[in-house]
């Protein structure tokens, strides 16, 4: 099956899921492997946000040949998982003596895990209105 060409805004978020699958990733393995005792709940969750990245990234660049439903499932489980840590480091800043990648919403990323999920929902939307 050939791949649809990728339009400008597709290739930015591909772009930017791989940087951030490799950032979380690399982040948090560190943090796992040389302070592990610190914060082992924030350093997991930015696992978790890494592979979800990594899946996100496979699943928009599915979604450009038509098959959008996991693109979708992945987009709001990350959008849930950015909220939900985000509102939890807020109200018990004590589960987070260091900062995960959705920490306070991805504060420490310029709010870009937030805004992400939220332009790959945008561009689906888009994606899936457009003549085939």
Do not use: C, K, N
Not at 23 to 40: F, K, M
Not at 79 to 89: E, H
């Amino acid at each position: 099956m050939s791949e649809a060409p990728r339009s400008g805004p597709h290739q930015v978020l591909l772009a930017l899921y791989a940087l951030f699958a490799l950032a979380a990733g690399a982040r948090s393995l560190v943090q796992l492997t040389t302070r592990y005792d610190e914060a082992p709940v924030a350093y997991w969750l930015s696992l978790a946000a890494a592979a979800t990245y990594a899946l996100g990234w496979w699943a928009i660049r599915q979604a450009s040949s038509g098959h959008t439903g996991f693109a979708s499932v992945m987009l709001w489980i990350e959008l849930a998982g950015v909220l939900t840590v985000g509102t939890v480091s807020l109200l018990v800043p004590d589960w987070f003596p260091d900062a995960s990648v959705w920490s306070d919403y991805g504060i420490g990323y310029g709010f870009v895990p937030a805004a992400l999920p939220v332009a790959g929902l945008v561009w689906l939307r888009r994606q899936r209105r457009s003549p085939a």
